[in-house]
């Protein structure tokens, strides 16, 4: 019972996005390939996005084992990307991102920054919603406000929408789950030795973005 009650919420939710995005009105300009993808005759063109949003830990047992504080609690991430897209809807690019993770006193902040390849799909390009599937991986540096602790990799994968304000700007929502790994460092406020068990640390990130064609 419990699992039929989850899962037909989630089916419901799934269809009512599909309906909303079909039912979201084309593009009223004479080109409205101007949008992200765009029809079959328009050629590719580049974007730059800003980004931002709230993140929330899932699992932390890496950066914050037993009987130690916490380093990366709820936070706050900035980023930029930027990216050539394709008339059938794919993009690729690159970016470069910051969270701001609270320490619990351990550190003044957490502040993992993430330099990133992208690769993402845009559905639905002659509609003015578009459903959205974006990854990302990369290189990541973690430590006390900017400064550089330890170094690892990220990879993002991450579902949404980017919908049409004109024909150059494209305001976006995601939800994405992170994964990072770390190599083991000692924090130097307690001296507590860090990502040293477990396979992953793993991060929800709920964003908003804008992004400007060029």
């Known amino acids: ?102 320490a619990n006193g351990v550190y003044e902040t957490t502040v993992p920054q993430m330099f990133t390849g992208l690769l993402q799909y845009s559905f639905l390009p002659d509609h003015a919603t578009h459903p959205l599937l974006r990854l990302r991986g990369g290189f990541l540096v973690l430590g006390p406000s900017f400064r550089v602790d330890t170094i690892g990799g990220t990879v993002e994968i991450g579902v949404g929408a980017e919908v049409e304000l004109s024909s150059d700007t494209v305001f976006s929502f995601l939800v994405t789950g992170n994964l990072l790994r770390t190599q083991s460092f000692t924090t130097w406020a307690d001296n507590a030795p860090r990502a040293v068990d477990g396979a992953l640390d793993a991060m929800l990130v709920l964003r908003v973005g804008l992004n400007f064609m060029l």
């Open 1 to 102: 019972m419990t699992l039929y009650a989850t899962t037909v919420p989630t089916r419901a939710a799934a269809v009512c996005f599909l309906a909303l995005c079909l039912a979201a009105p084309q593009s009223g300009r004479a080109d409205s390939g101007e949008l992200p993808g765009g029809p079959p005759a328009r050629e590719g063109l580049f974007a730059v996005g800003v980004e931002t949003g709230l993140v929330v830990p899932l699992s932390t047992n890496r950066l914050c084992p037993a009987g130690y504080q916490c380093i990366a609690d709820l936070g706050w991430g900035v980023g930029m990307n930027f990216s050539y897209r394709w008339a059938n809807g794919i993009g690729l690019g690159f970016g470069y991102e910051f969270w701001l993770l609270t």
